[in-house]
């Protein structure tokens, strides 16, 4: 059973940076974080969960909702199991709880963080 955790979250003003960081664990024998295209979705209250990035397993492509694209960037470090998202010129919109996904035969979701952008 795969486990992400999720940290970095936290209060921002409007315009400011956050960095969410989603460290994986306990792959199945024969499996590695590499198997896994990785990506963040995110909450709002009242709203459904939304697509926000991916990565692909190697790292080699990413994707981005249209919301966030040119302001968010996701990354990967395989040698450590984790996946990054760097927030930038973050707007109240932005403000949810941030989910963690990883995807290869089984989707696998973490707890989330929640990220408040608010002066």
């Known amino acids: 059973q795969v486990q992400l955790v999720e940290s970095g979250g936290g209060l921002v003003q409007p315009g400011g940076s956050l960095r969410l960081s989603c460290a994986a664990s306990g792959f199945a024998s024969g499996l590695t974080f590499r198997n896994y295209a990785m990506s963040w979705h995110r909450q709002a209250p009242g709203k459904e969960r939304e697509f926000v990035a991916t990565?692909?397993?190697?790292?080699?492509?990413?994707n981005y909702a249209d919301s966030v694209k040119g302001r968010f960037t996701i990354s990967r470090d395989n040698a450590k199991n984790t996946v990054s998202l760097q927030m930038n010129s973050l707007k109240p919109e932005d403000t949810a709880i941030y989910y963690c996904?990883?995807?290869?035969?089984?989707?696998?979701w973490g707890q989330g963080t929640q990220v408040t952008v608010s002066s």
């Open positions: 996904k990883a995807t290869f035969t089984r989707m696998y």
């Open positions: 990565i692909t397993s190697t790292g080699s492509g990413t």
